[in-house]
Nanobody, 121 residues
Framework: QVQLVESGGGLVHPGGSLRLSCEASRLFFTIETMAWYRQVPGKERELVAMMDTLGFANYTDSVKGRFFITGDNRKPSVVLQMNNLKPEDTAVYLC???????????????WGEGTLVTVSA
């Protein structure tokens, strides 16, 4: 069992920046991917950014060039740097790590509880 604890959410003005951090409560045997998702009321959960084993990152089109994901599987932790925030970025952001907690456990999705980001004047 592992807990993913997010921090850094809050209220910001349009054009502002936030850095979301996610820290795991224990090490993983193997991490496959690390990602951030977001969800707003009435809409499906959206993949915002994901990085793979080699450090290659993918971003949804609406945040490309503004958001940047970094991770460290030795801590383990994952960070989402969000710049030039827009009102439409308002959402609950959820940390995700897909990997093996132990050698025999098999891969599983592990989720944080979410942190609210509100972008408003």
């Amino acid at each position: 069992q592992v807990q993913l604890v997010e921090s850094g959410g809050g209220l910001v003005h349009p054009g502002g920046s936030l850095r979301l951090s996610c820290e795991a409560s224990r090490l993983f045997f193997t991490i496959e991917t690390m990602a951030w998702y977001r969800q707003v009321p009435g809409k499906e959960r959206e993949l915002v950014a994901m990085m793979d084993t080699l450090g290659f990152a993918n971003y949804t089109d609406s945040v490309k060039g503004r958001f940047f994901i970094t991770g460290d599987n030795r801590k383990p932790s994952v960070v989402l740097q969000m710049n030039n925030l827009k009102p439409e970025d308002t959402a609950v952001y959820l940390c995700n790590i897909y990997g093996w907690l132990t050698e025999l456990a098999g891969p599983r999705n592990h989720w944080g509880e979410g942190t609210l980001v509100t972008v408003s004047a």
